[in-house]
């Protein structure tokens, strides 16, 4: 069957720009899951329950973009 997949742009702070501050939040909350002392479930762009590479490649690939408004 078809899987709907969900894939946030990278903002991890939620202040509508992707840049320097999300990625510096997603590398402390790298290689984290909930429970961890540096989870941040912000920081877990593809919502898999993990930060991992996966996380930093959507973040990568929408680095420097800013959201309408």
């Not at 990625?23 to 898999?48: E, H, I, T, V």
Request: overall charge negative; aromatic content about 8%.
């Amino acid at each position: 069957g078809a899987q709907n997949v969900l894939l946030n742009n990278g903002d991890v702070n939620g202040d509508n720009t992707v840049n320097v501050v999300d990625f510096l939040a997603l590398r402390q909350a790298f290689g984290s899951a909930p429970g961890a002392g540096n989870w941040n479930p912000m920081a877990d762009l593809n919502k898999d329950g993990f930060v991992s590479v996966a996380d930093f490649l959507i973040l990568r690939k929408n680095f420097g973009r800013s959201g309408a408004g």
